[in-house]
Nanobody, 114 residues
């Protein structure tokens, strides 16, 4: 059974930094992409960053967030710097596997105070 376990997040003041990690387990299928999405209250879930054949960032986080991955550990990271109150959201890990498709993490809260 595929599991995505997220860690990190929390409360930080504007201008601060946080890091997230997400470890995948329970399958031997090849990982195609690993990424992060977020959902703020009253808003739709949106892409933050993905890492696959290419690396993609939302315009709103370019230059502030960095996605990285450790393929041996099946883990993806998100380093978030210069955080803004508008970055406040629940952040979800997303992993796309060959054959079995995509899975989501349980979500972790990131709150940035002004």
């Amino acid at each position: 059974q595929v599991q995505l376990v997220e860690s990190g997040g929390g409360l930080v003041q504007a201008g601060g930094s946080l890091s997230l990690s997400c470890a995948a387990s329970g399958t031997f299928f090849t990982i195609r992409t690993m990424g992060w999405y977020r959902q703020a209250p009253g808003k739709q879930r949106e892409l933050v960053a993905t890492s696959g054949a290419t690396t993609t960032y939302a315009d709103s986080v370019k230059g502030r967030f960095t996605i990285s991955r450790d393929n041996a550990k099946k883990t993806v990271y998100l380093q978030m710097n210069s955080l803004k109150p508008e970055d406040t959201a629940v952040y979800y890990c997303n992993v796309v596997f060959a054959i079995v498709g995509q899975y989501w993490g349980q979500g972790t809260q990131v709150t940035v105070s002004s």
